[in-house]
């Protein structure tokens, strides 16, 4: 038997030993084409027999309203849903935006509590070009300041802040900033999605932050070489590049108990990460590791693009003229990534009833 073989083998058994079956729910963002309310969310969950559902990016009217957290924390409950949700960018652009910046995060502490979440979803920045001036330690100290100025009320309330990996920090850098805020009460959102966006492996990203996480988020994407670097696209759970068995193996053996979530966000068009550009690494990257790079760049030259029809809507033009198909196509991804989740990959408990 040649290395090779022993490590897919060895891969392989893991997967047979994980403890299954893992607890399953969708993350309602990669519903937002379909408009719907966080009722219509929660009816869909119950209709396709899930176990959790992940609220982000909400856009019912009540979302900030109290009376609406308690409606929600009720249907959960009713429904005997796991729930977890929270907020979005952390990261201030400038000192004066400080004061707002944690008011909304005590604001989302406040609610994901209200609804029985015990986690409050938050990242540093949208992406690596949405950050403001400044080097990394800078960024991360920064935003370490903000979380710790709110770990009382996080304690008290019994939530604990999950650092999305996003497309700014690589995994060890967004490692840095849990241990540096406090892993007491800041964990990992991890995801799997984000990392083939700063040039990194997603089974780099779950060896580095498994431990610390604390909800778990799974999306496929297709990576393969690029004359200029190499592209990226996100895709249907189980159409990508990414090998989910081997991820799930040994996110088995690394993380704690957690909810496990279907997200596959897709009508995206291709990315390309300029891996061979040394503005790149200079500007975003100065401190990244040469084995993390090698790890992505044997990603890449293992895939090839995505070739089954779909429609973009991130493109220019209007889209409100083809909407209804991209509504139509979004509900047969997540079908799809959702079989793909309970058939190949064996995770969920109500739907087997």
């Known amino acids: 038997m040649n290395r090779r073989t022993f490590l897919a083998a060895s891969a ?29 969310l929660f009816d869909y969950c119950v209709k396709e027999k899930l176990d959790a559902i992940f609220l982000q990016d909400s856009i019912d009217a009540g979302t900030m309203d109290p009376k609406h957290w308690a409606e929600v924390r009720a249907w959960a409950k009713e429904h005997q849903l796991h729930l977890e949700t929270g907020g979005g960018p952390i990261l201030p652009r400038t000192p004066a935006e400080r004061p707002k910046v944690v008011a909304t995060l005590r604001k989302n502490i406040e609610r994901a509590a209200a609804m029985t979440s015990p986690i409050v979803r938050a990242l540093l920045a949208g992406d ?3 950050m403001p001036e400044g080097t990394v330690e800078e960024h991360i100290e920064t935003t370490a300041g903000i979380l710790r100025e709110v770990r009382s009320q996080a304690v008290d309330a019994g939530v604990k802040i999950g650092i999305e990996n996003h497309k700014e920090l690589q995994a060890w850098e967004t490692r840095q900033l849990i241990e540096t805020a406090g892993k007491e009460f800041v964990g990992s959102y991890l995801d799997t999605g984000n ?44 159409e990508g590049t990414n090998d989910f068995k081997a991820i799930v193996a040994r996110a088995a053996e690394i993380l704690p108990p957690v909810h496990i979530y279907c997200k596959p966000i897709t009508a995206r068009p291709p990315a390309v990460i300029p891996v061979y550009s040394p503005e790149f690494w200079n500007k975003w990257f100065p401190r990244a590791r040469t084995r993390d790079l090698a790890r992505f760049l044997a990603l890449a030259k293992k895939g090839r693009p995505y070739d089954k029809p779909h429609l973009l809507a ?8 083809y909407m209804e198909a991209l509504k139509v196509q979004q509900l047969e991804h997540m079908d799809r990534s959702l079989g793909y989740c309970r058939k190949v990959l064996d995770f969920g408990k109500r739907w087997r009833t």
């Open 12 to 40: 392989g058994a893991a997967f047979a030993a994980a403890p299954r079956p893992w607890p399953l729910g969708i993350n309602t963002y990669c519903l937002r084409f379909q408009r719907w309310n966080d009722r219509q």
């Open 314 to 321: 991130d493109v220019a033009g209007p889209r409100e003229r």
């Open 128 to 130: 690596r070009y949405s």
């Open 195 to 238: 990392p083939v966006f700063v040039a990194e492996d997603p089974m780099t990203t779950v060896e580095e932050l498994g431990p610390y996480a604390v909800s778990f988020h799974l999306r496929d994407s297709v990576v393969y070489e690029h004359p200029d670097g190499v592209a990226v696209q996100w895709v249907p759970l189980g």
